[in-house]
């Protein structure tokens, strides 16, 4: 597949060579052109549905995307062939002609192609903004399209058949750009970006080729035959060696995470609706400083269609304004919360401790915290993996927030071991509280075995600091797994002390 890729080209380069060294004369450069363009399009349709059929070689998605793309180039190569058939053999006029029919059923199947393509899915948030881009692209090409094509053709005295199927070609094209857009925001999972940028390279060629030659078309300017005829080529050329790329690299890897996406790539997704609505409003601005000002005709359209892309371009600003709200909005909860068991973290803990310490100072208000830790967890984790110790941390996490108000605070203090702030609650009713937590706890089976908790607890006394508060209930939690009280103790027990102490895991 190399070898014919390479030959491939190498004729394409003589054939450049030939156009611009050798000057031939008009008919016989369109007939070669003809031929180049029938071979390469029926080449890449072949090679595409070769693709197409390789079950075990491809994912579905991506044979299904060159199913598409292989039509695309069939219709190409068959409005090539009638084309040169009409003009080369009969010696017709080929446009506007059937040809014309094939050509323009090449642009929707190529935009079939390139949305069946195995695209990463984008977030809920991101498809608002992806269907505002093609809007505004949309717009920013109506207005050229009507300023440079479609309304001179009006104003001249209605538009032929001839005009308006030139102007058909550049409209067709904006369903090709469309596509183009596409590739250009989303992430694409299995395919390879060497074929994405030769897709991406052969629209380009089609539609500066199109959008030239309906400009002179419509403007009965002479036409550069020879120059459009070879980014014809060129572009035929294109779609050949990216179906033949696909295929030489053969079965796609297993779909991972998706890739960080490139720089260039996130500079083109941030650019490409400014750039758009920059081009389309230039328009109108050409428009209004015309010297003779333009007919009626031109004005009305370009100033419909400036409205329409300005208020689709705050539209997104908005859009995009409101994602960045979210995603700062989540981007500040994560900063707070223990990824694994989605308890506060540390920071939280610490920040919160401390602006509780100054209201019980202030307000004479009971402050009560407890610290919980995961009797035997690490010979849990050695027996059973660092998975199942993650699972059985989650489930009891999930046991733990049952027994918490809103007002309290659960946080992950390190390792299996937590923190609960018990805002205006004494000692009595932390004790009380801590006991439902190991109880709950303690009915849990992981792995066929349970997991207790070891509990201390600390009240917060006048002149203490968080850290003072932290400290107290460290060495309770301490004593508690040492063993000095394995008596379970509730606020109603008559054996509870009266002062903090700790509370025994059972366990």
């Known amino acids: 597949m190399g070898t014919a890729a390479a030959a491939t080209a190498a004729v394409f380069l003589v054939y450049l060579g030939w156009v611009a060294i050798g000057r031939p004369d008009a008919p016989q450069e369109r007939a070669v052109s003809s031929i180049l363009l029938v071979v390469y399009s029926a080449l890449a349709a072949v090679l595409g549905f070769r693709l197409a059929a390789a079950r075990g070689a491809f994912d579905p998605r991506v044979r299904r995307a060159w199913l598409f793309l292989g039509l695309s180039a069939l219709c190409n190569a068959a409005a090539e062939a009638v084309w040169f058939g009409l003009e080369t053999l009969l010696h017709q006029d080929p446009f506007p002609s059937t040809a014309d029919l094939f050509y323009l059923a090449y642009y929707p199947l190529r935009l079939a192609g390139i949305m069946a393509l195995p695209f990463v899915v984008p977030r809920r948030s991101e ?31 209605g538009v032929d058949a001839a005009a308006l199927v030139a102007i058909a070609y550049p409209v067709a094209d904006l369903i090709a750009v469309a596509g183009l857009v596409v590739l250009a925001e989303r992430d694409i999972e299995r395919v390879r970006l060497g074929a994405v940028i030769l897709l991406a390279l ?6 500066l080729a199109d959008t030239t030659f309906a400009f002179l078309e419509t403007r009965s300017l002479p036409s550069v035959t020879a120059t459009l005829n070879a980014i014809w080529v060129a572009g035929g050329l294109c779609d050949f060696l990216a179906v033949a790329w696909m295929l030489s690299l053969g079965q796609h890897p297993p779909l991972g995470s998706p890739r960080p996406v490139h720089a260039a790539r996130r500079l083109l997704r941030l650019t490409l609706p400014y750039v758009a609505t920059l081009l389309g409003l230039a328009v109108l601005v050409v428009a209004g400083l015309s010297d003779p000002p333009q007919p009626r005709a031109f004005l009305v359209g370009t100033l419909l269609g400036s409205l329409v892309l300005m208020a689709l371009a705050m539209l997104r600003q908005f859009v995009v304004l409101r994602e960045n709200v979210l995603l700062q909005e989540e981007t500040s909860r994560l900063a707070t919360i223990d990824s694994l068991t989605g308890l506060s973290n540390r920071r939280t803990l610490d920040e919160a401790l401390e602006k509780e310490v100054e209201r019980a ?32 941390l989650h489930r009891i996490c999930a046991c733990l927030r049952t027994q918490v108000r809103s007002t309290d605070l659960l946080a992950r203090f390190g390792g299996d071991e937590f923190v609960l702030i018990l805002p205006e609650t004494t000692w009595e009713g932390a004790v009380a509280v801590g006991a439902k937590m190991r109880d709950s706890t303690c009915e849990l089976q992981f792995a066929g075995s349970p997991l207790g908790l070891s509990i201390g607890v600390a009240e917060y006394r006048p002149g203490m600091t968080p850290r003072d508060l932290l400290d107290e209930v460290d060495q309770s939690l301490y004593r508690d797994k040492r063993g000095i009280r394995q008596l379970p103790l509730t606020a109603s027990d008559p054996r509870a002390p009266a002062s903090p102490d700790s509370l025994s895991s059972g366990g």
């Open 127 to 157: 498809r608002p903004t992806l269907w505002l881009d093609l809007g505004i692209v949309f717009a920013a090409g109506f207005i050229g399209l009507w300023y440079f094509l479609a309304a001179p053709s009006w104003v001249a005295g």
């Open 361 to 392: 100072l202030r307000y004479a208000h009971p402050l009560t915290v407890l610290m919980l830790d995961v009797d035997g967890f690490k010979a849990f984790n050695d027996r059973h993996g660092h998975l199942q110790g993650d699972a059985a």
């Open 202 to 207: 052969n629209i380009v060629l089609v539609a």
